[in-house]
């Protein structure tokens, strides 16, 4: 039987869909992810979902059947990547996801800033009323 490892927040439904759909498949729900250490199902899974916060060398050598990790972020940067390709573990990340949010968030400082948006919140905490802003 596959043993799979969730340390990432999902709604009760979601996971029993999930759970529901895989019926020959173990998962185990750790939604702390930044404590592994103790966990004693690392052992025995093969597929990791996790923010990848805290995930290293130490971790990955407590997988020794980890085949495939998904990291929930869209950098990789901090994973033993090395040691991960030696062990040919398969490694998914969500490159991409942030790409709308950014460039509304962008967009809405562009907007902000053209039509001063921050001198006038200033001035409303100060509860003054200066109409050369426009």
């Known amino acids: 039987m596959l043993h799979v490892l969730l340390s990432v927040p999902m709604e009760q439904n979601n996971l029993k869909t999930i759970i529901d759909t895989f019926p020959n498949v173990t998962f185990h729900v750790h939604p702390n992810n930044n404590n592994y250490n103790d966990l004693t199902v690392l052992s ?10 805290s995930f290293d060398t130490n ?8 085949r495939f990790l998904q990291i929930f972020k869209a950098g990789v940067d901090n ?10 573990v398969i ?6 996801i ?7 968030f962008v967009f809405s400082c562009i907007l902000a800033l053209a039509q001063n948006l921050f001198s006038f919140r200033q001035n409303q905490k100060a509860r003054k009323w200066n109409r050369n802003l426009y």
């Open 79 to 88: 994973l033993p990547l090395k040691e991960l390709q030696q062990r040919k």
């Open 98 to 104: 942030h790409r709308t949010p950014v460039s509304e």
């Open 91 to 96: 490694v998914c990340n969500v490159r991409g």
């Open 59 to 66: 971790i990955l050598n407590k997988m020794p059947k980890l």
């Open 44 to 53: 025995e899974c093969e597929v990791f979902a996790t923010f990848g916060i």
